[in-house]
């Protein structure tokens, strides 16, 4: 899916890291939430509360779950999948849109 329709958008975007992850709310008419986002060059972690799943939009980058030794690539088509109250490490390639939903499961 290209494009989202009938959402709600919050106008206040998410700012992470001196501004090299920005993202922004989205609420689809079932109520789910959303996040759209870019993430430019650089290394980050981050910390989960609900299960989510990171669709990549376009971009490159290596990804490292908690407990886990292997970095994986992660490239533009591809997603992943990061457990409940979790974290994770990316390391940014190239400059990544990306997708962010998340399960209250």
Known sequence: MDNFKNVDVDKLANIYFEGKV??????LKDGSKKTLGVMLVGEYEFN?????????????????????????????????????????????LELVNYTCSYFED
Not at 22 to 27: F, G, K, V
Not at 58 to 78: H, V
């Open 22 to 27: 920005i993202s922004r709310n989205i609420y």
């Open 48 to 92: 989960t509360i609900s299960r989510e799943l990171m669709e990549i939009i376009s971009g490159k980058l290596n990804l490292k779950l908690k407990d886990e030794n292997e970095w994986k690539l992660i490239t533009n088509g591809m997603e992943f999948n990061i457990p409940k109250n979790s974290s994770f490490k990316l390391k940014v």
